[in-house]
């Protein structure tokens, strides 16, 4: 079965510091990759997605991810964390063209001020 | 940028009842939307997708008579939960993409189910 996992469940950090969330999953075929952030008390919104192209793509916030296709990896990165950052991140692959997504089990950032 | 709205916010209701929550596309329409399901500290999991004119599509697992979804319109998907119990007290949310279903979706805000 397809499956999603993060390895990194809660993360503290202090202001300035850099972030890497890492994400592999499981699935031979084609996929579209996102990473999803969920600030407390609100929706999910997207922080950057990966359909093809480029393997390094940036999304908002300072945030970007690269997809290395042969470690099955889509790893999130930013270079210096702000205290606004403090949230939920979750990793999601959409099988295909699906529209379906499987998402990671989710990291919770905690940024100090 | 594309909303997505649910309705309720929050529920509390007896074993026994059953639940309607509705999500909406305000600002665009959607011919399919998405119903996951989230427990606390948990992940989203897709429990099926809802097709505008169709029967909805269930994930494995997924009981169909349980969780009813209906596709009244371009705009608006709803989610049933029949003869709620307290196990399926949970977080619901859905997201609809406002153009190709592999693009980007949005979320809306979830529902959250307490079944007494």
């Known amino acids: 079965a397809q499956s999603v996992s993060q390895h990194n469940h809660h993360v503290i950090l202090s202001e300035a510091a850099s972030l890497e969330l890492g994400c592999n999953y499981s699935?031979?075929?084609?996929?579209?990759l996102f990473w999803y952030v969920q600030y407390p008390g609100q929706h999910l919104q997207l922080l950057l997605k990966y359909f093809s192209g480029d393997p390094l793509v940036k999304g908002i916030k300072g945030f970007e991810a690269e997809f290395i296709k042969s470690k099955f990896s889509f790893n999130l990165r930013k270079p210096s964390v702000q205290w606004s950052d403090t949230a939920e991140y979750f990793c999601?692959?959409?099988?295909?063209?699906?529209?379906?997504?499987?998402f990671g089990q989710g990291t919770t950032l905690q940024v100090k001020p | 940028g594309a909303v997505v709205s649910q309705h309720p916010s929050r529920v509390i209701c007896k074993s026994g009842t059953s639940v309607k929550i509705e999500c909406r596309s305000l600002d665009f329409q959607a011919t399919t939307m998405f119903w996951y399901r989230q427990f606390p500290k948990q992940s989203l999991m897709l429990m099926a997708t809802s097709n505008e004119g169709s029967k909805a599509t269930y994930e494995q697992g997924v009981e169909k008579d349980k969780f009813l979804i209906n596709h009244a319109s371009l705009t608006l998907s709803t989610l049933t939960v029949t003869s709620a119990h307290p196990e399926d007290s949970s977080f619901y949310i859905c997201?609809?993409?406002?153009?190709?279903?592999?693009?980007?979706?949005?979320f809306g805000p979830g529902t959250r189910l307490l079944v007494l």
């Open positions: 999601a692959v959409m099988r295909g063209n699906t529209g379906k997504l499987i």
């Open positions: 699935y031979g075929g084609t996929v579209n």
């Open positions: 997201s609809a993409p406002p153009g190709l279903v592999q693009e980007t979706q949005y």
